[in-house]
């Protein structure tokens, strides 16, 4: 298995709505990662786990909660949205944070906020 | 902090002609380099990486990539280009994060269009 999968694939919600993100990976990898995507754009950092920990947070506003119950699970938390934070949302994983080799990513939820 | 710059937004080729996707870098020390391609709502595939060893580096789907450490350079290209390659293809290096781990910093993203 050298899937991470994301779910959903589509997300509407409104201001006032609490929704969340889920990632999945069975590759043993052990460095998770939230990217946030706009049209046309380069994905950009949200979120690293390290090992199940929260090591890098880039300045994510906290409206955008993260969690990683587990080596194979990681989530992300939305509660009071803007519709500028309407974006393709990619979760990526790699065997380990130091390490050069490739990261996997999902297919993305594509979340819009209305 | 890495970084890596696409100078083309878009490249237009006809299929069957030869095609390059530019990239440059930007680092301190060896550079991790990856090649990336995002079809329409869609996730990012993993096309090549350089880390060290031979300068021409063979990927998925026929493509390859030079390193060229001289120029800074790191050019996606294919010899042949298919309508399917039409996509959105970013540039990254992997960058080193003070708090631990490492994360990806894509260039801007150049869009490849290849007409009949």
């Known amino acids: 298995d050298t899937e991470v999968t994301q779910t959903p694939k589509h997300l509407v919600m409104g201001m006032t709505n609490k929704k969340s993100l889920k990632c999945e990976q069975h590759m043993g990898h052990r460095a998770m990662y939230w990217y946030k995507q706009k049209a046309k754009k380069p994905p950009e950092l949200m979120f690293v786990?390290?090992?199940?920990?929260?090591?890098i947070n880039e300045s994510v506003p906290s409206r955008f909660s993260p969690e990683c119950p587990n080596s194979s699970l990681l989530n992300l938390h939305l509660h009071a949205l803007q519709p500028e934070d309407s974006a393709l949302y990619l979760c990526?994983?790699?065997?380990?944070?130091?390490?050069?080799?490739?990261?996997?990513f999902g297919q993305g939820t594509r979340l819009t906020v209305v | 902090a890495q970084s890596v710059a696409q100078p083309e937004d878009q490249v237009n080729v006809a299929e069957g002609n030869p095609l390059t996707v530019k990239c440059t870098y930007s680092v301190s020390g060896n550079p991790y380099l990856f090649w990336y391609v995002q079809y329409p709502n869609r996730g990012l595939q993993f096309l090549l990486k350089y880390i060290t060893g031979d300068n021409l580096v063979k990927g998925s789907y026929g493509f390859e990539a030079e390193f060229n450490k001289s120029q800074t350079s790191f050019h996606l290209k294919k010899p042949s280009a298919l309508v399917s390659d039409s996509a959105l293809y970013f540039c990254?290096?992997?960058?080193?994060?003070?708090?631990?781990?490492?994360?990806?910093?894509f260039g801007t993203g150049t869009q490849l269009k290849v007409e009949l």
């Open positions: 786990y390290s090992y199940e920990k929260l090591s």
């Open positions: 990526a994983s790699s065997p380990s944070p130091d390490s050069g080799t490739k990261a996997f």
């Open positions: 990254a290096v992997r960058d080193s994060l003070t708090g631990g781990g490492n994360k990806l910093t």
